[in-house]
């Protein structure tokens, strides 16, 4: 088992308990939304699974947020440029219907891609592409605050900011 694991990124790890989780799947080496490795990790049962994705709830979701869902890609990938086009279609009608289904007012759709290890991250804790069904909890934003979404951290920004 390598110590080095490319499929998990403990910067961006966000909760404590989420750390630990994390730390063991580097122990072990693998990407923990492959299928064959999802349910050692991820408790929120399966909400429903198509061709291309499975759908779940967030298991560490951000903070301020009504709900958070998951859309995990059931091949392992993890460039944009390698998910078939076909699936657009089938993870925009699983968001739709979860939406409607959960009465969302509004919100967003985040998908980050890609990884270089030479300038930093874009965000994402595990490299295997996923995408996020975001809808903030509005009421529990500060007045000038706004729920953002993180897209990448350069190499050096902990040493620019601490």
């Given at each position: ?17 989420q750390r ?8 072990q080496?693998h990407?923990p ?10 408790k929120?049962?399966?909400l ?5 994705w ?61 990884s270089n290890p030479?300038y ?7 490299l295997?592409?996923?995408?996020h ?28 900011v601490?």
């Amino acid at each position: 088992m390598s110590k080095e694991n490319k499929y998990v990124n403990l910067s961006a790890v966000r909760r404590e308990d989420q750390r630990e989780v994390m730390e063991e799947i580097k122990r072990q080496g693998h990407c923990p939304f492959c299928l064959e490795n999802l349910q050692k990790y991820h408790k929120n049962p399966i909400l429903k699974e198509g061709k291309f994705w499975i759908l779940t709830e967030n298991q560490w979701p951000y903070k301020k947020i009504k709900h958070q869902l998951l859309a995990i890609y059931k091949t392992h990938i993890e460039h944009l440029k390698e998910i078939d086009p076909e699936s657009g279609k089938e993870l925009i009608e699983m968001f739709a219907e979860e939406a409607e289904k959960r009465n969302m007012k509004g919100g967003g759709v985040a998908m980050r891609f890609g990884s270089n290890p030479e300038y930093g991250n874009y965000g994402s804790s595990v490299l295997h592409i996923h995408a996020h069904l975001v809808e903030p909890d509005l009421e529990k934003l500060e007045e000038t605050e706004a729920w953002r979404f993180k897209f990448g951290e350069p190499k050096n920004y902990k040493k620019r900011v601490g």
